[in-house]
C-alpha cells in the first residue's frame, strides 16, 4: 500500500514539473507577439479552452478531496493561460480580440457558471462528483484536441511555423505521466483524457518531422503587417541581378549619372555639328 501511495506521488509529482514546462513552452511565441505587435495567426481557442479546463479540475479536485497536485497545477494553468489570453487579445486584430472574448463569454463566464450551478445544489455528493468528473473528462479531451486547429493548418500550409514542437513533445510527456497517476489512483476521469494526449502529440511530432524543412515565405518584418496574410514573398534567388536593373532605369530615366553623359553627348553633337558648318 504504501509503495503503491509512494508511485501515486511520483507521478503526481512529476505531472505537475512537466505540466509547467507545458504551461510555460509557448512563451517564446508570446513573446514574438510582443515582439512583433501582431497575433501572427494563432488561434485564441485552445488557450480559451485550456483555461476552461483548469477551472474545472479546480472544482473537481475540491469536491473530490486529496488532490492538492490538481489543485496546484491548475490554479497556475488558470493565471498563465488568462495572461496569453490577454496578450493575445490586446494584440490581435479586432476580429481575432471580437473573437477571443466571445469564446472567453462563452466557456469561461456562461459555460463554467452553468456546470457550477447545475451541479454544486445536488444533493448526493458522489452523483455530483461523478456528473463533474465526465464533464472533466470531456473537456480535457477537448483541451488535447483543441490543437488539431493547428493540425490542419499545418497540413493545409505545408510549414510548421504555428505548431512549436516543444509544446508537442511536453504535451507527450504530461499525457503519459497524468496517465499512471489516475491510473494508481483508480481514476478513469484523469487516466482516460491523457489516452488521447498522447495520441495527439505523437501526431503533431510526425507532422513536425514531415514539414520541419519545406521552403518557407518570408515576409517584410513590418510590426503593422499581419502574419496571417503571409501571401507576398519579398525575397528572392536573383536579388543580385535586380539591382543593376533598377541602376539601368534610372540611366533610361535620365536619373544619377544617366543625364551628364546625355548633356555630354548632345554637346558633343553641337560642336560637330558647328565644325562642320
Known sequence: MALHLSWVSVFGDLGVIVSFMVAFSPMPA???????????????????????SAMLWIYYALLKKNEMHLIIINI????????????????????????AVKLMLLFNVFGSGLIFFSTYFLHNPKTRLCILGYICLGFSASTYAAPLAIVRKVIKTKSVEFMPFTLSVFLTIQAVMWFFYGLLKKDINIAGPN???????????ILYAIYKNHPKKMV???????????????????VNTTAPQTKDKEYKNGGGGGGDVEAQNIKKNTLDASQKV
Open 30 to 52: 508570446f513573446y514574438q507577439i510582443y515582439k512583433k505587435k501582431t497575433s501572427e495567426g494563432f488561434q485564441s481557442l485552445p488557450y480559451v479552452i485550456s483555461l476552461f
Open 220 to 238: 517584410v518584418e513590418d510590426p503593422k503587417l499581419q502574419l496571417s496574410d503571409q501571401l507576398e514573398s519579398v525575397v528572392s534567388s536573383d
Open 76 to 99: 497556475f494553468c488558470c493565471f498563465i493561460q488568462s495572461f496569453y489570453i490577454v496578450t493575445y487579445v490586446y494584440y490581435g486584430r479586432k476580429k481575432e480580440k471580437v473573437e
Open 195 to 205: 489516452i488521447l494526449g498522447f495520441i495527439f502529440g505523437i501526431l503533431q511530432m
